[in-house]
Structures are given as C-alpha cells and as structure tokens.
C-alpha cells in the first residue's frame, strides 16, 4: 500500500482536520460552564451522544489515509458517503444537545467556547462529506508512472504507416 497526498482533494483535508480537532474538543474541553459541569469534558457530558461523535471523528479524521493509500476511488467515496450519514446525523443531535436542550436544563450561556467550537467541527465533518461526495473531479486519479497502466507494462503503439496490416481483398 503506497501513500500519495497527490490524490488529497480540499474536501479531504476539511473531513481531516474537522475530524482531529472532534476529537480534541470531545476529550480535552469542558462544554459546559455551569455548576456540575465545569472542568467536564465534552465525553463526560453527552453520554448518549458521545460514541456517534467518536464515530463521526474518527472517521472523518481516517478518510485522508484511505483517500491517500487507493489508487482507486471506489473504497474513498464508499467511505465519504458513510462519514456524510454519520457526520450529518451527529451534527443534528449535537446541535440540539447544545443549542436547545444543555444538561440539566442550562442556557445558551452556559455553553463555552469549546462547546460551539465542537459543533463547529462536527459541521465540518457533515459538510466536507458533502463536498466529497459531490465532487466529480477525476483529480484521485493519478497518471500511470514508470510506464506502467495500473500494473500492467505499456506496449509501443502500432506503426504509423500501416506496414505490419496484411493485406486482404480488394
């Protein structure tokens, strides 16, 4: 298996960077800034929500690699179709665990940076599957190099002038 960044479209460094930073937000930040909740991370607070968001990171985060490592695009859109699902389902949910209904009851207000941040991220991650998905750019296709065709050796094509046609009626 071969790594290229050549095969790296804009959308895939998006789903990447939206993912890793998912993951930060969810493990290394408090969302929340009231009483019970302070110096609580993101995984602590929405337990029913956490593994879909795990998901949803990790495998937007994993699309670069699989993008980079095919030469294909088969296995790349398989896999940006599934983190559109699952980046658009943990958005909705996160949005509504954030903006309408915080733990305990809470306000717009007791949602710190981190916690809009992490819905920011986990838009990213929706969004760049979109993106992905929609592309129809032919740019994960690479150029065959070193004269070869997906493995298979390049052969000279025929002559010009037709010498080697045998001659058939007339």
Do not use: K, N
Not at 20 to 40: D, E, K, M, P
Not at 104 to 116: E, I, K, M, W
Not at 141 to 158: K, N, S, W
């Amino acid at each position: 298996m071969s790594f290229d960044v050549r095969r790296l479209r804009s959308e895939d460094y998006l789903l990447a960077v939206s993912g890793i930073a998912l993951i930060v937000l969810l493990f290394a930040t408090s969302w929340y800034s009231r009483a019970g909740l302070t110096g609580r991370s993101g995984w602590d607070t929405v337990s029913h929500l956490r593994w879909l968001l795990l998901l949803a990171g990790v495998m937007a985060g994993a699309s670069a690699l699989v993008t980079a490592s095919q030469r294909s695009p088969a296995l790349p859109v398989a896999s940006e179709v599934a983190i559109l699902i699952v980046g658009a389902v943990a958005f909705l949910w996160l949005a509504v665990r954030i903006l309408i209904d915080q733990p305990g009851g809470g306000s717009l207000g007791d949602v710190t940076v981190a916690g809009y941040l992490s819905l920011v991220a986990c838009a990213g991650v929706a969004v760049g599957g979109w993106l992905a998905v929609r592309d129809e750019s032919p740019g994960r296709i690479l150029a065959p190099t070193d004269g070869e065709a997906g493995g298979i050796p390049v052969r000279p094509a025929p002559p010009a002038g037709g010498e080697d046609r045998q001659a058939g009626p007339a």
